[in-house]
């Protein structure tokens, strides 16, 4: 089993900026795809970027492209969700998920941490 622990959600006012960040351990397959998920109230999980654990390629939801960066850190089994210009529409819980190298399948979650963008 792949372990997830996502940090550093919190307030923050309509423009601002924050950093989540997604510890992994426990892998039980080497090099997974790493993404960044959120679900807002009442509303439906959503893709929000993908990164490849290469680092070679990521993938954004349109709604985030040019305002969110999805890095690594190899040294420390981290996962960035770099957030800027952040709107009320961002606020949601933001979900850290992994799934098998070269898929989408994303079966390992982690418990969510809250993002909460006042106007």
């Known amino acids: 089993q792949v372990q997830l622990a996502e940090s550093g959600g919190g307030l923050v006012q309509a423009g601002g900026s924050l950093r989540l960040s997604c510890a992994v351990s426990?892998?039980?397959?080497?090099?997974?795809?790493m993404g960044w998920f959120r679900q807002a109230p009442g509303k439906e999980r959503e893709f929000v970027a993908a990164i490849a654990w290469s680092g070679s390629n990521t993938n954004y939801a349109d709604s985030v492209k040019g305002r969110f960066t999805i890095s690594m850190d190899y040294a420390k089994n981290t996962v960035y969700l770099q957030m800027s210009s952040l709107k009320p529409e961002d606020t949601a819980v933001y979900y850290c998920?992994?799934?098998?190298?070269?898929?989408?399948?994303?079966?390992?979650w982690g418990q969510g941490t809250q993002v909460t963008v006042s106007s």
């Open positions: 998920a992994a799934a098998p190298p070269g898929t989408t399948d994303f079966t390992s």
């Open positions: 426990g892998r039980s397959f080497s090099r997974p795809v």
